[in-house]
């Protein structure tokens, strides 16, 4: 049985609908899922909305709308999304489904037994929109006098009578966690910053709420709702079907990896590994913080008009066009830009005018000239070895390490330098030429060229599935025959041309994009 790999999103809040960094995440998760599946693993890929807390209730009353109406709108919205980019989510799990509520007590319940849940009254500084306690230190001021958290959110004075989890008990198990797991963290920054909250001291956190009912009840406390960030952490359990021991659960806890934004590393570096060993059950293995998409270099608001629906940018360039150029243009871990020139610019430069015209011309060259028979011929040259080997290396070594470290940027770096090869290549050996000089010498150029295009792409499949997918259907390519074990698989070609496969005249892939005059 293949090794299991699972991975996460964080989930969504849905008290608007989806913007580009929700589906920034979500396509940066689902390349790595559908790699490690390509790699031969195991894999489950949960998301979902996290429904409960203050927030949502008042932005549904302020709309006149139901709680639980509303959130069933808004939850839509991050299903189709997803459904949208092609993302290969295996369980899509809402905050307000039974079956979580059932993971949540289940997690309270061993939190309690531990001793590790007391009854207080709370006073502290509250964000609705962060859903988060802050400490009067992490404050500051704003204008008028209002207090803003460190995420620049309004606080206001909250008083009421809480549940408090022991999380003071588990610093020094917290610092061991990250001085014996240097990459429980990652990147880097990451990793400092929650470091330097942690050994700042620790102080019991408020996990109840009793100035609103849309939550999870607490068990045996009749007016007390979770803190919401104790629910939506659950997710990752109930995910996987938590608390029923026959499920996923046993097979594929704990995460191998959690994909979440730079502003939430707290709730899971410090939170929720807490909470588990709270309640005796294994850590996550990795919190991996992701950047900030900035709109041309500026910070999304509404207040600036610059949020962007992610589903029309993926309408106007399209889902792969999107995907390639976010999984390209931005280093994983690092805030990242983008506009509509940037992703006309790169899309075009790098799948229109290279992998695509190097697809185009070759497959339409072989099915006009060979009646579509995959060439063969034994007039080989050290210039079609060093090519291969090139993008051998770069398909088999470079992009799968890259890619399993989450280096995406790099990983398709490379893959283009192999890309810009396969291009030169035929270039200078001009099959076209060939045709009237050497027929056997053009055989051997055009099998050239559709070995290095196989390797390329099954490559790319996790960052553009549907275009990937659409040239190994061009090229005969069987389904058995795009894992990345078959990129050792030396003597495929051989067989495949051999079966008696023939190459159709290709419908273009990649179409050039345009700027309009509203870009």
């Not at 990937?468 to 894992?483: C, F, M, P, V």
Request: some cysteine; hydrophobic content about 40%; charged content about 25%.
């Amino acid at each position: 049985m293949s090794e299991p790999f699972y991975i996460t999103t964080a989930i969504a809040y849905p008290n608007g609908r989806p913007h580009i960094g929700h589906a920034y995440e979500a396509i940066a998760t689902d390349a790595i899922a559908r790699f490690q599946r390509l790699m031969g693993r195991d894999v489950r890929m949960v998301t979902g909305t996290d429904e409960h807390g203050l927030k949502m209730a008042q932005t549904a009353r302020a709309a006149g709308r139901e709680t639980l109406e509303f959130a069933d709108e808004m939850s839509s919205y991050f299903r189709q999304m997803c459904a949208g980019l092609d993302i290969s989510n295996d369980v899509f799990m809402r905050t307000s489904d039974a079956k979580h509520h059932e993971a949540s007590i289940a997690l309270w319940k061993a939190m309690e037994a531990k001793g590790d849940l007391y009854l207080d009254r709370y006073e502290g500084w509250y964000s609705v929109r962060d859903e988060a306690f802050y400490g009067e230190e992490e404050l500051t001021e704003g204008e008028g006098g209002v207090k803003l958290s460190p995420q620049g959110t309004p606080v206001e004075w909250t008083v009421e009578e809480s549940w408090f989890f022991r999380l003071s008990k588990y610093q020094d198990a917290l610092l061991k966690l990250y001085s014996e797991n240097p990459d429980f963290i990652r990147p880097e920054s990451r990793k400092n910053e929650v470091l330097r909250f942690v050994e700042g001291g620790l102080k019991d956190l408020s996990v109840s709420r009793t100035s609103f009912d849309w939550g999870v009840p607490v068990p045996g406390s009749p007016g007390h709702v979770m803190y919401v960030w104790v629910d939506a952490l659950t997710t990752y359990l109930s995910g996987l079907g938590f608390p029923d021991q026959n499920s996923d659960f046993a097979r594929f806890w704990p995460a191998n990896v959690h994909i979440i934004g730079k502003d939430i590393v707290r709730f899971h570096a410090v939170y929720w590994p807490a909470f588990l060993m709270s309640a005796d059950l294994p850590l996550p293995q990795q919190v991996f913080g992701h950047g900030f998409l900035l709109n041309r270099g500026e910070k999304m608001s509404k207040s600036l008009g610059n949020v962007v629906d992610p589903m029309e940018l993926a309408e106007r360039f399209g889902v792969d066009a999107l995907r390639y150029f976010l999984m390209r243009e931005v280093s994983f871990g690092q805030d990242g830009t983008y506009s509509a020139e940037a992703i006309v610019s790169r899309v075009n430069a790098d799948l229109a005018n290279s992998f695509g015209n190097l697809a185009q011309r070759t497959l339409s060259f072989i099915s006009k000239n060979l009646e579509g028979r995959l060439p063969q011929s034994d007039v080989k040259a050290a210039e079609d070895e060093e090519l291969l080997a090139l993008v051998d290396d770069a398909c088999r070594n470079d992009v799968t390490r890259e890619f399993a470290a989450f280096a995406f940027s790099q990983g398709l770096d490379s893959w283009m330098r192999a890309v810009f090869a396969c291009n030169q290549y035929i270039d200078a050996q001009a099959p076209w030429a060939l045709r009237k000089t050497d027929p056997a010498r053009m055989e051997a150029v055009l099998e050239t060229l559709l070995r290095a295009m196989r390797s390329l792409a099954i490559a790319v499949q996790p960052v553009i599935p549907t275009s990937a997918s659409k040239l190994l259907d061009q090229l005969g390519i069987e389904a058995h025959g795009r894992d990345y074990a078959a990129l050792n698989d030396q003597d495929y070609y051989a067989r495949l041309a051999s079966s008696g496969v023939t190459i159709a005249p290709p419908t273009p892939i990649f179409p050039r994009l345009e700027l309009t005059a509203e870009d």
